[in-house]
């Protein structure tokens, strides 16, 4: 009997055993989900709320979805969210989590329009007064070398061989701008005999070649508008302490100084003392004085020739100075730098 009662207590439990089994094949077993034990019923109807809700969410965002401009490279992005996905939870409840793409490279192809490449432009052509193409020599390196050759042999460019005495102060010369223009011209004197005495003007033409401008008297004056005053050496005539002289002005190329007119005058005390010479000789007084002209009582009347030395006409003063002024009114009286005619003082020009 003993040895009979442990067999019946395994049949017994074999017997349950095999009843579960049967109660397992019949009934599901509960779904454990998010930690809350729900059966099959309830779990089919989960599914279904969750299928309908993302087939929504699907479709709103297929309604609001733009396509990105690729090719223009300015593909953007926003930043979406996506819910952590938890077993048995409603998405109301499920907490957003923050989600940043990635940044896109933008598109190789630019649809800006190619820049033009700006093409080579050669630089203009510069204009130059010198028409040979040639280096043109400094007027000062010309003017030194023609005041070397009247030095040591006397030659004066244009006049030949003078007797030329450097250690005469009255034989010098002067380089400057004389005309306002720019360019330097160049003043020799030499006032040796009075035969001799000569002032030479001269220039450097575009070939860098020397040339003359006027061959005149020491007894000169320079305005700086290019008129030229040359006054004789002596009087002929009772002008008294006036000296006549000759107007210069420039030719239109400003190559030469050419006589425009002469100047002279009577002066009344001169007039005078040449009749009373001439009553004590028993003569006839050899000038007569214009009183009618000299409507100024000045004294002094001034007879103005042509440039061809043909036609004159004698003025008061008044109407003389208003003439002149058409030669030099405006301008100023130009004051050489004379130097000493020395090796020295040629060397200097260019230095």
Known sequence: MKKILPILCIAA??????????????????????????????????????????????????????????????????????????????????????????PVRPSTRSTKPAESVPKSVAPPEKKTDNPTGQEQTSPRVVFS????????????????????????????????????????????????????????????????????????SPDMTIYSNGTLIVRSSHAQGPSGDFMPYTIMTLSADGRRYEAAASVDAIDRAQVEIAAQTAL??????????????????????????SAGGGDTRTVDVTEYESWLAQFTGGASAVSPDFRQLSADNIRSLTE
């Open 13 to 102: 439990v074999l017997t349950g055993c095999g009843k579960v089994d049967q109660a397992s094949k019949k009934d599901s077993m509960p779904v454990v989900k998010g930690g809350t034990v729900m059966t099959d019923e309830n779990t089919t109807g989960k599914d279904e709320e969750e299928v309908q809700e993302k087939s929504s969410e699907a479709k709103g965002q297929t309604d609001n979805f733009k396509p990105a401009d690729k090719a223009r490279g300015e593909e953007k992005q926003e930043p979406t969210t996506h819910k952590a996905y938890v077993a048995g939870q409603r998405k109301s409840d499920i907490p957003t989590q923050t989600y940043i793409p990635k």
């Open 145 to 216: 070398a023609a005041l070397s050759g009247i030095m040591k042999e006397g030659n004066v460019p244009g006049h030949g061989q003078m007797n030329i005495n450097v250690s005469d102060p009255g034989c010098k010369f002067a380089v400057g701008d004389l005309e306002g223009d720019g360019s330097e011209e160049m003043i020799f004197v030499s006032s040796g005999s009075s035969a001799e005495a000569i002032a030479v003007i001269y220039g450097v033409d575009e070939e860098g070649k020397l040339f003359e401008k006027a061959s005149v």
């Open 280 to 305: 004590e000789n028993g003569s006839e007084p050899p000038y007569t004085y214009p009183e009618d002209v000299d409507t100024s009582n000045s004294g002094v009347v001034y007879i103005i020739g």
